[in-house]
């Protein structure tokens, strides 16, 4: 099992469709940089600097994964489930089609072979997401003062107290970003999982790897609807709850939960691969 999971890593780590997500996410985090930059510059230092700091400069209201904004934060929360999957979801389908999986199970159990495959893609959709966030929050820093938002002032969605973790964000902000760079892992984790559903159906590699963004798109559709049935005011997305900035209401409860029923989902779908392999 360690040997299978450690060629599956390293299979994930080294191919040009890993490097194309972090080009493309660092790009945008660029883009996001510069615009968050000249927004600061315009505000005034003398503003920044003042009593308490102004909640415009705060890098706690203008990192990527907060602002909702700039046109790198929106464009890569727009695509961002095919960021995540760029890098290792096509690559189920790729061993089936070019029969590398025959090869394979000559070697290994189907189980060791499809658990290696499942955390390699887990792994590198995580990076792919998480690692650029985390580059903004810290490059961020760079031209943003760190100082606190009041609540006083509605800058952010955090002013209704229901956004994750809201109470931590008025406290320890700096505990708060570093604990959602780590969720945004998970999302694009889940997120690149959720090709394995299709890596032996779908008779295309791009269509394998638009399956998270195809299937958000279509919750984002639906979901409001489903909302608006129930008289629930909160985000339901998965599409908008990777960011921070989403239009409605966004509990820790709510994210959490999506999270672990898409993983879930991505899970069964495992068992249920390893079982019909055994049948047959």
């Known amino acids: ?37 000249i927004t600061v510059s315009d505000l005034g230092a003398s503003y920044a600097h003042s009593p308490g ?28 489930p095919f960021l ?9 389908y790729e061993d089936n089609r070019s029969h590398m999986t025959n090869n394979i199970l000559t070697r290994v159990p189907y189980s060791q072979y499809l658990t290696a495959k499942m955390a390699a893609v887990f792994v590198s959709g995580g990076i792919a997401i998480a690692l ?22 509605p800058i952010t969605g955090f002013c209704s107290g229901t956004a994750f973790l809201a109470k931590l964000y008025y406290t320890h902000p700096w505990l708060h970003a ?25 008779k295309h590699r791009f269509f394998v790897t638009a399956t998270p963004l195809l299937l958000f798109l279509l919750l ?20 908008r709850l990777c960011n921070l900035a989403s239009t409605n ?14 993983t879930f989902v ?7 691969r390893k079982y019909r392999h055994e049948v047959l």
């Not at 415009?56 to 934060?73: D, E, M, P, R």
């Not at 984002?220 to 599409?239: G, H, K, Q, R, V």
């Not at 209401?249 to 898409?262: D, G, H, N, Q, R």
């Not at 991505?266 to 249920?272: A, M, Q």
């Open 1 to 37: 099992m360690g040997n299978c999971i450690r060629t599956e890593m390293w299979k994930a780590f080294h191919n040009k469709m890993m490097r194309s997500a972090l080009l493309i996410g660092f790009i945008l985090v660029i883009a996001d940089l510069v615009q968050t930059a």
């Open 53 to 80: 700091g102004y909640d415009g400069c705060s890098l706690f209201v203008n990192w990527i994964g907060v602002n909702g904004v700039t046109v790198g934060a929106v464009v890569f929360y727009a695509v961002w």
């Open 84 to 92: 995540a999957a760029m890098p290792y979801g096509w690559s189920l």
């Open 132 to 153: 650029p966030v985390t580059t903004d929050l810290f490059a961020s820093a760079m031209v943003c003062p760190a100082c606190i938002p009041r609540v006083a002032l």
């Open 178 to 202: 570093i604990i959602w760079c780590v969720i945004e892992f998970f999302w694009g984790g889940v997120a690149a999982s959720l090709c394995i559903i299709v890596g032996h159906k779908v």
């Open 220 to 239: 984002d559709f639906i979901t409001p609807m489903l909302a608006d049935a129930m008289n629930w005011y909160i985000e339901l997305s998965p599409l």
């Open 249 to 262: 209401p966004s509990p820790t409860w709510i994210i959490l939960a999506e999270l672990i029923l898409l």
């Open 266 to 272: 991505s899970v069964l779908t495992g068992i249920y």
